[in-house]
């Protein structure tokens, strides 16, 4: 019976019509797996794609890295306009203190308590319950 059986096939692989069936037979095995090695294929490429995933999103230079170094560079150009805003200030006093005396004497009559010649210097204190008394009236 086995005789027969290989018979037909050699019939079919011999036959320029039933050579392509034939290939056609045994390459749909070939594919055709079973479902336990289907099911293995998957999970392991589902596991690939979740790897190549957390590498994205939480690996170096993944997405959550970016992100904080984005609020970095947010912090740190808000601190360098903050310092630019300052040393504007302190250049365009550098530069009147450079430029007129002005300047310098009013910066020694209010952080230095300086006085110029020729002028008297009058110092008013309240007393405690006088300053009170009066706000109140």
Known sequence: MQNTADHEDQARFQHPSNRHAAW??????????DQDAVKIVV????GLLLLLQYTLWFGTGGAVSLWELQRQIAV????????????????AE??????????????AR???????????FY?????PGQGNKSAQQ
Do not use: C, Y
């Open 123 to 127: 110092q008013v204190i309240q007393q």
């Open 94 to 107: 550098v530069l009147d203190l450079r430029q007129g005396l002005a300047s310098v004497q009013d910066l």
């Open 43 to 46: 999970f392991a490429l589902a």
């Open 76 to 91: 740190q150009q808000a601190q360098n306009a903050r310092l630019d805003e300052r040393n504007q200030a302190l250049d």
């Open 110 to 120: 209010s952080q230095l308590g300086m006085v110029k010649k020729g002028e008297t």
């Open 24 to 33: 056609h037979d045994v390459l749909l095995l070939w594919i055709r797996p």
